[in-house]
């Protein structure tokens, strides 16, 4: 049930209990739908059958409670619930819900207090975001992809739980410029939002890694679609994401220096009364994991989900004609053929400096980004084939990276001399042979072609 969405929960009175089954349905990173089934019977009722006795139930939630005889509490939740109706500007109204308590799971207390904003117009999002702006001005608002409960209840019952890779939206080939823009940033958002839970609360340095690739990944769809973006994203929104990459990309040095590159490094014959001089590395790392918690925790990157949010909704809210795809198509074009790379524009790669090397990086992530944002205007065939080729060459770009990053990162590290001099060695060795197999790489990439 819980992956399909649906979940089940009961509220118990003296005589009576109230039973439900909820759904969640997401429209977009702004709005949600909710779908409720719910019944009352009596505290002594089978717990199973009272499920089973709600209306319109689908036939799949109604094979899995018959096949399951007794059901079990999981978590147990005391919440005092606040509720208001608040009409605006005489249109229609929004319905707000305070929740303050706290959650018991497994034996352990989680302290929740929660604001939901609805309404049942279909253009109520720009009035829901106006409203949430007001109120964060008295206290910071942090925009959640799901309430408490459901992370909670995925947490019991979901023992394979792990980061959220990035989904592409549904693939329209007559989607209009902006459908296609927003489309896009929406499903980035979405990818933002489902892991930033996992960088506050978890130690799985994959968490860092996806909200740091969706950040990326939302850097590259915004300059792609540039000339249909308004000015509120290099004014407001492209500074205050740099502050957020920055955080993200110093965890991540971290992390992987940690976690990847040092272990090699070790492995690699150093003796280990010497590898023991790397333990301030760990509390390196842990100090940047600390401050970039303590920035997601802030009123600051509250306001920045909250911008975005907006931002997404003005957006959509735009009327974009079919022909401007034409005016689309003819920017794809010019722009694939900009950031290609080939062995003819980049004659000796291992002769650049490190520099150049690394706009190079950019440029390749660039356009592999590019071609998961374009794919309804792309041939899927020579996609397959340049993603391939682009992924080989990544993967040598970002191992001569780290190795780069990590050199700089030992500068930072009370070594003895030995010690700095054997790992400056390994790194750079390291370093040389990935930018090698870049060279060999680059005759076999393909530009991807339209449709």
């Known amino acids: 049930m819980l992956k399909a969405g649906w979940f089940a929960h009961a509220r118990r009175s003296e ?4 039973y439900a089954i909820t759904r969640s349905q997401s429209l977009g990173a702004a709005q949600q739908t909710w779908r409720v089934r719910n019944g009352t019977a009596h505290v ?13 139930l689908p036939g799949k939630i109604q094979r899995i409670l018959g096949e399951h005889s007794t059901l079990a509490l999981r978590l147990s939740a005391e919440v005092q619930h606040s509720y208001w109706q608040l009409p605006w500007l005489d249109d229609f109204e929004i319905e707000v819900l305070l929740e303050i308590g706290h959650l018991d799971v497994a034996g352990q207390r989680q302290d929740i207090a929660e604001l939901t904003l609805a309404s049942c117009h279909a253009n109520a999002g720009p009035a829901l975001l106006a409203l949430a702006r007001q109120l964060h ?37 007559r989607r209009s410029s902006v459908n296609l823009c927003v489309a896009n940033l929406t499903a980035i958002v979405e990818h933002w939002l489902s892991n930033q839970a996992g960088v506050r609360q978890q130690s799985d340095i994959e968490y860092v890694h996806q909200l740091r690739v969706a950040l990326r990944r939302l850097n590259a769809a915004c300059k792609l679609f540039a000339p249909w973006l308004d000015p509120v994203w290099r004014e407001r929104l492209a500074p205050e994401l740099r502050w957020l990459r920055g955080l993200l990309g110093r965890t991540r040095d971290w992390d992987v220096f940690v976690d990847v590159t040092l272990p090699g490094l070790c492995a690699a014959t150093l003796p280990g009364s010497k590898a023991n001089e790397f333990a301030q590395a760990r509390q390196q790392r842990n100090e940047a994991r600390t401050a970039l918690q303590a920035a997601m925790e802030s009123t600051r990157y509250a306001t920045l989900l909250l911008d975005i949010v907006q931002w997404l909704t003005s957006l959509s809210q735009q009327q974009a ?46 356009l592999r980004y590019s071609m998961e944002l374009l794919a309804p205007l792309l041939s899927a065939k020579s996609c397959r084939s340049a993603s391939r080729g682009y992924v080989t060459m990544l993967d040598a770009l970002g191992a001569a990276s780290d190795a780069a990053v990590a050199a700089e990162l030992i500068k ?26 870049v060279e060999r790489q680059l005759p076999h990439l393909k530009r991807p072609a339209l449709r």
């Open 412 to 437: 930072q590290l009370p070594l003895h001399a030995e010690t700095r001099a054997y790992a400056n060695g390994w790194l750079a060795a390291r370093r040389q042979h990935c930018i090698g197999v």
């Open 44 to 56: 002594d009722t089978p717990v199973h059958v009272a499920f089973a006795a709600l209306p319109d």
């Open 137 to 173: 001005q008295t206290t910071s608002l942090f925009l959640l992809p799901e309430p408490a409960v459901h992370t909670a209840l995925r947490r019991v019952f979901d023992s394979t739980a792990m980061p959220i890779k990035y989904t592409a939206p549904h693939a329209f080939r």
């Open 321 to 366: 004609v079919d022909g401007r795809l034409r005016g689309l198509r003819k920017h794809v074009k010019k722009w694939l053929r900009k950031n290609h790379l080939s062995a003819r524009s980049i004659p000796h790669f291992t002769r650049l400096t490190e520099a150049e090397q690394h706009r190079i990086r950019l440029r390749a992530k660039r």
């Open 15 to 18: 005589a009576l209990r109230d």
